[in-house]
């Protein structure tokens, strides 16, 4: 028993030390600061810029073959182009830049990570999680 709360105790210390971080930004915008933490990025412009792309190509297009082929291709990224836009809006992300923290903790305005870590940091009183 006590091997498995110290376990844990490990566990939640490394989550604290490791927080999961996503940046919603435009295109254009950098995370700044980032160092060896891993952070994952939205750019919540970029499905109308790869949408309009397409359609200009579409419209270019006369051939069918060539039109499914750029269609296909194209899906992937306006599907992740999508679930940027969707998780921005299911964490109520209102305003960009904005930097996530554990899905938690929003901070807006800011593009260098050291600050938002900071920031997170001195209004929790130190942690980076709700214990």
């Known amino acids: 028993m006590i091997r498995v709360f110290l376990g ?5 210390s490394a989550a604290m030390a490791s927080p999961q971080v996503q940046a919603f930004l ?8 980032v160092s060896s933490q891993r952070v994952t990025v939205c750019y919540l412009d970029a499905f109308s810029r790869d ?10 297009q006369r ?5 499914e082929a750029l269609v296909k291709k194209a899906s992937p990224q306006l599907s992740d182009d999508y679930q940027c836009l969707a ?6 992300i209102t305003n960009v830049p904005a930097v ?3 899905s938690q903790y929003v901070v807006y305005g800011q593009l260098n990570l050291a600050n938002v870590l ?6 929790t009183g130190g942690g ?3 214990d």
């Open 8 to 12: 844990l105790l490990l566990i939640h």
């Open 26 to 33: 435009l295109l254009g915008q950098t995370l700044g600061n």
């Open 51 to 60: 949408k309009q792309v397409l359609d200009q190509r579409l419209h270019e």
């Open 63 to 67: 051939d069918k073959n060539n039109i």
């Open 87 to 92: 998780q921005a809006k299911q964490l109520g």
């Open 100 to 102: 996530v923290i554990n």
């Open 118 to 123: 900071a920031q997170v940091k001195q209004s």
């Open 128 to 130: 980076h999680e709700n």
